[in-house]
């Protein structure tokens, strides 16, 4: 019973298998033929590989350059003009552009480079750079930090200078007919990669392209101790109290509007006053206000007030719009409104916030003027002046008031406020994407800058590609009909030449789906195989078409390659174009009628 059972399951074993076993015996028992048709596929698949890996290899390798070169990325605008710092902020928002810096002027952007061991120098030009900056990360450098500096390729080489050397920036200027230069030593974190351009370029952070325009412009740098002017703020106010003791007509009010900046005038009562300025006016006089158009006056506009009103006794109160503050220190913060207190009612001191009941006497104040702020320290002292503001004196606050047109800064060291930067003269900007370049120059353009790009050359790799493609499909329609008529006629030719083998299989009891699967299973090994074969062959020639080609290619580059996916599609589709193929022998082979078995025709 035992050996019964075994037989039983081997011979249950072998049926399970028994097609494909008697399709291999057969290819086996017919090598030559078999051969010749493995040969016959793989010469068919094997130029389409390679012309599709020349196709993929080249247009992949261009592709990659265009990428991986940011100057292809590169938004370059045609002219200057002032480009705001909120401008700058807008645009970064932009999700298509990667890396945006401002650029100062071109003429104030040349300085001098010299090594300190040797007296040659170069003129070179300064290019602004923070964290982020394609065209140094992607050649070889890296971000410099406020004491160093990346230089590119063709200065390294013109003054022998490498990574870890120090060079001299000499900056000068014309001041009264007088010649005055300034110099600033930087060490080379990094020289770049020719590709990066061979204008000879120094590579600094924003803030020392910035210091070196203002010295050329004939301003201070205080923090490189180069002297100059400062650009100090001057305060501006929206609008002044006048108080005299007479009533003034209409046609004096008239005078006083005319010609001095201001636009409206009118009689205020003493409440409404104290409720708008914070403190209390005298009662006994008339109190007027004037202020200008939708703008601010400053100094001037209030001296020729003055030169009007001589004689008159007046007095006059300079106003601007309570701003918000926070006052900080250490952990704690406080919100407070700050209105400006003339010295004409109290004698304050400059720079130190006034209030009724002062929580500390020391602390960081950041003052928000429509959407600028300004960050100072400041001493807090007591008032007795009982309102729902804190106060800080006239000129103080006229200063601040000044945040409503442009930035300022607050200079610690000097104690004095600075104005800020208008804007910038240019920018150099990097899309993300090849795909990004011309959506962001009909984004610029639009808005009425001018801009170059590489575009044209995009364009033309993508045209490439797209013809490319278009070729190969036409070869490989070609050949993928003359694989399958060939596969087709060699499986059809073979079941003919085995028609009587196959009647005899039926008769002694394999049915019409098992006869069906044998052409399939010897299509689907001749496929297999004529792929590999087909492999070999591209993988040799491959080898020789990178090897001619070496000398243009950069390192992990090839002009002929696949990758896994396009070998697992070929593989894949060769198969299922087998199976296809021999379906049309298989089915004639289920239609040959057993009984042809026992005639011999």
């Known amino acids: 019973m035992r050996g019964k ?11 399970r298998g028994l097609v494909l076993w008697l399709a291999m ?60 710092p909120s401008w700058f902020e807008a645009v970064k928002k932009n999700a298509k552009i990667d890396f945006i810096i401002p650029m100062t002027r071109q003429l104030s952007s040349s300085v001098i480079i010299e090594t300190l061991s040797s007296k040659k120098t170069v003129t070179a030009d300064l290019v602004s750079t923070q964290k982020g900056d ?13 004491k160093s500096c990346v230089i590119n390729y063709s200065l390294a080489k013109e003054l022998g200078l ?3 050397d120090m060079l001299k920036c000499s900056v000068t200027r014309y001041i009264k007919r007088k010649m005055q230069k300034d110099t600033i ?38 923090q490189w101790g180069w002297k100059g002017n400062v650009s100090q703020a001057y305060p501006v106010y929206d609008g002044v109290f006048i108080s005299v003791p007479k009533v003034l007509d209409r046609v004096e009010q008239i005078k006083l509007i005319s010609g001095t900046g201001f636009a409206y005038m009118h009689a205020i009562d003493i409440e409404k006053a104290t409720e708008k300025a914070g403190y209390t006016f005298d009662p006994k006089r008339n109190l007027y206000f004037i202020k200008p158009y939708n703008n601010s006056v400053n100094d001037d506009n209030i001296g020729s007030l003055k030169i009007k009103l001589r004689g008159k006794k007046a007095e006059l109160y300079p106003w601007i719009k309570p701003f918000d503050a926070v006052i900080k220190n250490g952990k704690k913060e406080i919100k407070i409104k700050i209105a400006a207190l003339p010295q004409k009612i109290k004698n304050l001191k400059e720079k130190t916030l006034y209030m009724a009941f002062p929580p500390f006497e020391k602390a960081m104040m950041t003052v928000y003027v429509k959407k600028r702020q300004l960050q100072m320290p400041i001493e807090i002292k007591a ?15 006229g200063k601040l008031a000044l945040l409503q047109q442009r930035n300022l800064i607050f200079d610690q060291n000097m104690h004095k406020f600075l104005l800020s930067r208008r804007g910038y003269a240019s920018f150099r900007l990097y899309a993300k994407h090849l795909d990004d370049v011309e959506v962001l120059k009909r984004f ?21 590609d797209k013809y490319l493609t278009l070729i190969f499909w036409l070869i490989a329609v070609v050949g993928v009909i003359g694989a399958a008529a060939t596969l087709s006629a060699s499986l059809y030719s073979a079941v003919e030449r085995k028609r009587k083998e196959l009647s005899i299989l039926r008769l002694i009891g394999l049915s019409g789906g098992m006869i069906f699967r044998f052409p399939i299973y010897q299509g689907m090994v001749i496929a297999a195989s004529g792929v590999v074969v087909a492999l070999l062959f591209f993988a040799i020639m491959a080898t020789i078409i990178n090897t001619l080609f ?51 025709e």
């Open 5 to 15: 059972r075994k037989a039983y399951y081997s011979v249950s074993k072998l049926k």
């Open 25 to 84: 015996k057969d290819l086996w028992h017919e090598k030559l033929i078999t051969i010749n048709l493995i040969l016959g596929t793989a010469a068919i698949i094997a130029p389409l590989l390679i012309l599709f890996g020349i196709k993929f290899g080249t247009i992949a390798t261009m592709t990659n350059r265009l990428v991986n070169d940011p100057k292809n990325l590169e938004i370059r605008p045609l002219s200057s003009r002032s480009y705001t």
């Open 134 to 146: 394609p065209l140094l990360l992607q050649n070889g450098g890296v971000i410099p930090d406020k």
């Open 162 to 164: 490498k990574k870890g």
């Open 185 to 222: 030593v930087l060490k080379v974190a990094a020289v770049l990669s020719p590709r990066a351009g061979f204008i000879k370029s120094i590579y600094v952070p924003l803030e020392i392209v910035e210091n070196i325009e203002k010295y050329k412009d004939g301003l201070a740098v205080p």
């Open 383 to 397: 008032i007795d002046e009982v309102s729902n503001f804190a106060f800080i004196d006239e000129v103080t606050a």
């Open 444 to 464: 610029f353009e639009d808005k009425g800058i001018a801009v170059a790009t590489q575009a044209e050359r995009i364009h033309e790799v993508r045209e490439l």
């Open 550 to 600: 070496q000398s243009h290619l950069q390192s992990g580059e090839s002009f002929c390659t696949l990758t896994m996916m396009h070998i697992s599609v070929v593989l894949l589709f060769s198969v299922l174009l087998a199976v296809v193929a021999s379906g049309i022998a298989a089915y004639k082979a289920t239609q040959t009628d057993p009984a042809e078995a026992i005639r011999d």
